[in-house]
């Protein structure tokens, strides 16, 4: 497949949904931050759903830190329990670290990635999907079908609705389901963002 | 009436002056092609050595996968026959086949430069040619063998039909029993129909029993995986403008990436 425009804007896509799943910070968590996610939302045809993200965050006194502690409690560490960890191990292998972790690091070992040693474990969400957007970027798109079906998805169904159910906050609801659209293999050629 | 080309293998040098000629009519980007020629062989076939060449263009197929894999919002166009006067209105996306002449045709106006179509071409007829700009898009133009229709229209051949030193190329409307190229297929002239696919390509190759074997057996292309081309192109047309603001602002990447490509460039760090 050639190097296009198409896998250069699903590369970015996929490196913007990576970075929306970082811990909140207001050096990328700002204005322009919310501006393009609320643009990305309006295409979608969900302009309704950025809105309410911006109300919420209209409302607080402090919307990053508001972030940061559901943020914390979902992902982190929250009581009487985390909401739902990010990592594919936990779902899989009921462990953390568990050997769907060490598969997913092979997968990326025979892709010909290494991982950085400030990063987390193999299988945690943001780097999965950093791989993919480099897998994009590469035009590897049996690789990235691949990796989909194989070590994202069989998770990440698990993961999604945890999160969207049990959420506090609109933006981490939208975030999880953004995410979910463009991971899911669609019957149609069409994308939804919305349940149907 | 459906326009098709045969390529006379029998009578091809392998000069490449129709692909000259299709580049300097067109001006195509020297790294694109609209037609090429591939060497084939010496290879055994058979008991047999066989040498020829492939000329390739766009087939201008009687289904044309390119033109489903468009994403571009339909909008209804009239076609005019040129011979009888007749017109038909039909909705089209942003690349079509014509319902008169047969040809497959982009209006660059609506083309949102996804690449899509050149994906799903299985010849790898089309391409984007990134200097093609407007507002509709910024990465480009998908281009592509027009049969050189402005050209026919006006009463002359393709340039590539019209430069060939020894008539390899030759030019007519596949539909008219009495027309060359409708005698040729008589004779046997194939297209290089896809794996497991019908859809009718009217580009057509007549040689030699070894060399069509050659060159068959060389580039019988496979069809693209249609939902996924789609479905791509789609989410690419969609995120395009917010990504685009993305990267402009560099605010890709400040949190860090932590996958590095690594085989190249690891270190070996004694400590």
């Known amino acids: 497949m050639p190097k296009s425009a198409t896998n250069q804007h699903i590369a970015s896509l996929y490196h913007f949904l990576a970075q929306c799943m970082h811990y909140p910070d207001p050096q990328w968590m700002n204005e322009d931050f919310f501006n393009i996610l609320y643009q990305l939302l309006e295409t979608l045809g969900a302009a309704s759903e950025g809105k309410e993200i911006?109300?919420?965050?209209?409302?607080?006194?402090?919307?990053?830190e508001?972030?940061?502690?559901?943020?914390?409690?979902?992902f982190i560490n929250g009581f009487p329990h985390v909401v739902a960890p990010p990592y594919a191990s936990v779902y899989m292998d009921q462990s953390i670290q568990g050997g769907f972790a060490l598969k997913t690091l092979n997968f990326y070992r025979a892709k010909g990635f290494l991982m950085e040693e400030s990063a987390d474990l193999p299988d945690?969400?943001?780097?999965?999907?950093?791989?993919?957007?480099?897998?994009a970027e590469e035009a590897d798109f049996e690789g990235e079908e691949e990796f989909l079906s194989t070590l994202f998805r069989p998770w990440y169904k698990q993961f999604c609705p945890r999160v969207a159910q049990e959420t506090r906050h609109p933006f981490y609801r939208m975030v999880v389901t953004l995410i979910d659209s463009f991971t899911k293999e669609e019957e149609e050629d069409g994308f939804q963002l919305n349940k149907a | 009436m459906q326009?098709?080309?045969?390529?006379d293998l029998e009578r091809c040098v392998g000069c490449h002056a129709c692909t000259i000629a299709c580049?300097?009519?067109?001006?195509v980007p020297v790294e694109f092609n609209r037609n090429w020629v591939h060497r084939l062989g010496p290879s055994k076939v058979g008991n047999e050595l066989a040498s020829t060449y492939y000329p390739g263009l766009c087939n201008h197929c009687a289904k044309p996968p390119c033109v489903e894999a468009c994403p571009a919002d339909p909008v209804e166009m009239t076609f005019k026959d040129t011979q009888s006067g007749k017109t038909a209105t039909l909705a089209v996306a942003a690349t079509w086949k014509d319902p008169f002449n047969g040809t497959v045709q982009i209006d660059k106006n609506r083309c949102l430069g996804c690449g899509a179509c050149a994906e799903a071409c299985p010849y790898g007829a089309r391409y984007i040619n990134p200097a093609l700009v407007d507002d509709v898009s910024s990465d480009g133009k998908a281009d592509k063998c027009t049969y050189?229709?402005?050209?026919?229209?006006?009463?002359?051949a393709p340039a590539c039909v019209q430069t060939c030193i020894t008539n390899a190329r030759i030019f007519g409307d596949l539909d008219d029993p009495t027309s060359e190229v409708a005698k040729y297929v008589v004779k046997g002239a194939k297209g290089l129909e896809p794996k497991d696919g019908a859809i009718g390509p009217n580009s057509r190759y007549f040689g030699k029993k070894k060399d069509m074997t050659l060159l068959f057996q060389d580039h019988t292309p496979e069809l693209a995986d249609m939902g996924s081309v789609k479905r791509r192109a789609m989410m690419a047309a969609m995120v395009k403008p917010a990504m685009r603001k993305a990267r402009d602002l560099g605010l890709l990447g400040?949190?860090?990436?932590?996958?590095?490509k690594g085989l190249t460039d690891k270190k070996d760090e004694s400590t």
């Open chain 2, 254 to 260: 400040l949190a860090g990436a932590m996958l590095v």
């Open chain 1, 124 to 135: 945690n969400l943001i780097h999965e999907l950093e791989f993919l957007s480099l897998l």
């Open chain 2, 23 to 27: 580049k300097a009519e067109w001006e």
């Open chain 2, 3 to 7: 326009y098709g080309m045969i390529i």
């Open chain 1, 66 to 74: 508001e972030l940061q502690i559901e943020y914390t409690r979902l």
């Open chain 1, 54 to 64: 911006e109300n919420t965050l209209a409302q607080s006194s402090d919307p990053i």
């Open chain 2, 148 to 156: 050189c229709m402005p050209r026919v229209e006006a009463g002359l």
